[in-house]
């Protein structure tokens, strides 16, 4: 895959009012082109999807109050209100079981059971993970993103297109994509450019990828 470049292009604030396909055209349709890549990030496409809630909205259980003590402080199921959020989804017992299984794989050298078995645990972000308005909410992560993903590649007319989690750790994940992508390839692109940021904390700006070393490359556009 040829060398990427990251290009953000500004958009409003976007809300569970809008339609992120139709978010991405109404940006994106003069520079989207028929060998670019579309790349949405993952708080953006949720909250389009109103899959999102508030600290008060929820009653905090035993089970995760006793499971966050476990987490380390620096993700969102250290926080009482993101561990519960992910439970709503995922439930309690079922959340408890994979943490407890998680535990046992770990002493034998296998990381990440309980994030694979949960997928709401990685992909849920507590209070401040994203910017105003939605700074005091817990987003979830977003349904369906292979469908999103290619109804933006349809609409768009593009090479593909993908929804991706990136985060200021340079780790990332493409949670859905369109067919016959390399995720691999794409998500290590991602987790290496500066501005990956844009994805996940800026929603008021769509982003794109241009190559830097050959016009005749794959160009990605990331919208986030």
Not at 119 to 124: G, K, N, P, W
Not at 214 to 224: A, H, L, M
């Given at each position: 895959?040829?060398?990427?470049?990251?290009?953000?292009?500004?958009?409003?604030?976007?809300?569970?009012?809008?339609?992120?396909?139709?978010v991405?055209?109404?940006?994106?349709?003069?520079?989207?082109?028929?060998?670019?890549?579309?790349?949405?990030?993952?708080?953006?496409?949720?909250?389009?999807?109103?899959?999102?809630?508030?600290?008060?909205?929820?009653?905090?259980?035993?089970?995760?109050?006793?499971?966050?003590?476990?987490?380390?402080?620096?993700?969102?199921?250290?926080?009482?209100?993101g561990?519960?959020?992910?439970?709503?989804?995922?439930?309690?017992w079922?959340?408890?079981?994979?943490?407890?299984?998680?535990?046992?794989?770990?002493?034998?050298?296998?990381?990440?059971?309980?994030?694979?078995?949960c997928?709401?645990?990685?992909?849920?972000d507590?209070v401040?993970?994203?910017?105003?308005?939605?700074?005091?909410?817990?987003?979830?992560?977003?349904?369906?993103?292979?469908?999103?993903?290619?109804?933006?590649?349809?609409?768009?007319?593009?090479?593909?297109?993908?929804?991706?989690?990136?985060?200021?750790?340079?780790?990332?994940?493409?949670?859905?994509?369109?067919?016959?992508?390399?995720?691999?390839?794409?998500?290590?692109?991602?987790?290496?450019?500066?501005?990956?940021?844009?994805?996940?904390?800026?929603?008021?700006?769509?982003?794109?990828?241009t190559?830097?070393?050959?016009?005749?490359?794959?160009?990605?556009?990331?919208?986030?």
């Open positions: 895959m040829a060398e990427l470049e990251l290009v953000p292009v500004k958009t409003r604030i976007l809300t569970d009012k809008d339609d992120i396909v139709d991405i055209e109404e940006y994106a349709k003069d520079i989207v082109g028929p060998d670019d890549l579309v790349c949405s990030a993952e708080s953006v496409v949720a909250i389009t999807q109103r899959r999102y809630t508030r600290p008060e909205e929820l009653t905090p259980s035993w089970q995760a109050r006793l499971m966050r003590r476990f987490v380390p402080g620096e993700g969102s199921m250290a926080s009482l209100y561990m519960q959020a992910a439970m709503n989804l995922e439930g309690e079922k959340m408890m079981f994979w943490f407890f299984i998680g535990f046992l794989a770990k002493l034998v050298g296998k990381n990440g059971v309980w994030y694979a078995k997928r709401q645990a990685s992909l849920t507590d401040t993970g994203t910017m105003p308005p939605f700074d005091k909410c817990i987003v979830y992560g977003p349904a369906e993103p292979d469908k999103v993903a290619e109804k933006i590649k349809q609409r768009m007319g593009c090479y593909g297109a993908v929804v991706a989690d990136v985060n200021d750790l340079k780790r990332s994940a493409v949670l859905g994509h369109s067919k016959g992508l390399n995720t691999k390839e794409i998500a290590k692109s991602s987790s290496t450019t500066p501005s990956a940021m844009l994805l996940r904390r800026h929603l008021s700006s769509l982003s794109r990828i190559p830097s070393s050959s016009r005749t490359g794959r160009r990605t556009k990331e919208t986030g």
